[in-house]
């Protein structure tokens, strides 16, 4: 069973951090490119970053210069370490993967997860 699992998230002052993981079975992350994406109330859910096979990565403006993806194919696990967080960083989290790479359009990406809630208070 293909299964992405998220964790870490929570609740953090402004300018505060958090890590969030991301735990694959049945999918190899080396094999697939692997992201973030977050929805924030009443808003749509919009890319974040994401990871090709060869490690290459694509971040989405907002998040340049304070968030970091990484992965660990040994563990199959992806994650997402987020510094000076901002109130519009609160959302739901979501990790997924697919086959397109350098991408961060919702519809390129056919497995997802359940989602983790980020809530930043100023």
């Known amino acids: 069973q293909v299964r992405l699992v998220e964790s870490g998230g929570g609740s953090v002052q402004s300018g505060g951090s958090l890590r969030l993981s991301c735990a694959a079975s049945?999918?190899?992350?080396?094999?697939?490119?692997v992201g973030w994406f977050r929805q924030a109330p009443g808003k749509e859910r919009e890319g974040v970053v994401t990871?090709?096979?060869?490690?290459?990565?694509t971040y989405a403006d907002s998040v340049k210069g304070r968030f970091t993806i990484s992965k660990d194919n040994a563990e199959n696990t992806l994650y997402l370490l987020m510094d000076s967080l901002k109130p519009e960083d609160t959302a739901t989290y979501f990790c997924?993967?697919?086959?397109?790479?350098?991408?961060?359009?919702?519809?390129?990406?056919?497995?997802w997860g359940q989602g983790t809630q980020v809530t930043v208070s100023s």
């Open positions: 997924a993967a697919g086959v397109w790479q350098m991408t961060l359009q919702e519809s390129h990406y056919s497995i």
């Open positions: 049945g999918l190899a992350v080396s094999l697939y490119s």
């Open positions: 990871i090709d096979p060869d490690s290459r990565t």
